[in-house]
């Protein structure tokens, strides 16, 4: 295990190096772009540094292994209200059994409103409409291996259409926790959406071809044009994350996360956590090396239902030249 913790921090110092190196020559080479795009308000406020500790039902979309830490059961919902009329939802569920280990099922989102189909000869529109859309459902377990040591995958499929091209694939997101001993500093890594290339399929690429334009009379041949294939955004996250004050009435989280993404730079999060009491958060935070995007804050409040805990929480995420973002989720711990 010493060994893993000193892997860990030199890979957490490499890539912390390299966000000061040359620009990565795949930028812009991967698609499913929608699984990239931050889940939960919580996270999006502590700017997605959060793989060291995360422990409910978001932990399904950021580090697997987090799961261990919903003592029975976790439901999260959210909403994220994106520009041009994009809009994506997710929606996790985590049920642990004790001495078995954590099980877990997500669902992520992404649609748009309708658009006129416009041609050459039909600029103003054809009647016709179209829209596009992305889909993941995920399926995750994990358990503890030892007291300090967790560790958890997900299976999940991933579907993205538009109009009558489709394309479709499987996708796997490996992840660990571990608490080093010291408070509860905590080495985390995740790597996500590791699959197979995806390649677009429909109706619209059949098309007649002329084998010769030179014979008038000649038959048209059909044929099919083959879109070209497209990697999926692997991305590889180390992350630190410990608790430096710890009281009855105000308590401080602080976290850092290196990210190495297939498609772009490495990049840098930083986030802290605010608790006021026991049942209001402060956050914020920062990313370093985005190209339009810059500080994150957000707030939080748990409520008790009898057994229950029910969470609130908001997030405003700050961008360059773009509308900033809100997002609002749902949680409920039982």
């Not at 699984?35 to 996270?43: N, T």
């Not at 996790?92 to 992520?108: E, H, L, M, N, P």
């Not at 059949?206 to 334009?213: A, C, Q």
């Amino acid at each position: 295990m010493n060994n893993f913790i000193r892997i860990g921090c030199i890979a957490l110092g490499l890539l912390a190096f390299q966000t000061a190196g040359a620009e990565n020559p795949n930028i812009g080479t991967a698609g499913a772009q929608f699984l990239q795009i931050p889940v939960g308000a919580r996270a999006t406020a502590m700017g997605g540094a959060v793989v060291g500790h995360i422990n409910d039902a978001t932990s399904l979309f950021w580090n697997p292994a987090g799961i261990v830490g919903v003592p029975s059961g976790s439901l999260f919902a959210g909403y994220t209200s994106w520009w041009a009329s994009v809009n994506l939802s997710h929606a996790a569920f985590v049920y642990s059994i004790q001495d078995v280990g954590s099980f877990g099922v997500s669902a992520t989102m992404l649609g748009m409103d309708p658009m006129s189909v416009t041609t050459e000869l039909a600029p103003e529109g054809t009647g016709e409409t179209f829209d596009a859309g992305d889909l993941m459902v995920g399926l995750s377990y994990a358990r503890r291996l030892t007291e300090d040591f967790s560790v958890g995958v997900t299976a999940k499929y991933v579907y993205q259409s538009i109009w009558r091209e489709s394309a479709s694939g499987i996708a796997f997101d490996v992840g660990t926790q571990y608490r080093i001993g010291v408070g509860d500093l905590t080495l985390a890594m995740a790597m996500t959406n590791f699959g197979a290339d995806m390649q677009m399929d429909g109706q619209d690429l059949e098309i007649k071809y002329d084998g010769s334009s030179d014979l008038p009379n000649n038959r048209l041949a059909p044929g099919r044009l083959e879109s070209e294939k497209y990697p999926l955004p692997l991305h590889f996250q180390v992350g630190l994350s410990m608790t430096v004050i710890d009281l009855e009435e105000v308590g401080v989280l602080l976290a850092v996360d290196v990210t190495h993404p297939n498609d772009t730079r490495e990049r840098v999060n930083l986030g802290t956590e605010v608790r006021i009491l026991q049942n209001f958060f402060l956050r914020g935070g920062y990313r370093i090396n985005y190209d339009i995007e810059s500080g994150t804050m957000g707030a939080g409040v748990r409520v008790p239902v009898g057994d229950l805990r029910v969470n609130f929480d908001y997030a405003y995420a700050i961008y360059d030249m773009l509308p900033s973002i809100h997002r609002i989720s749902l949680g409920v711990d039982f």
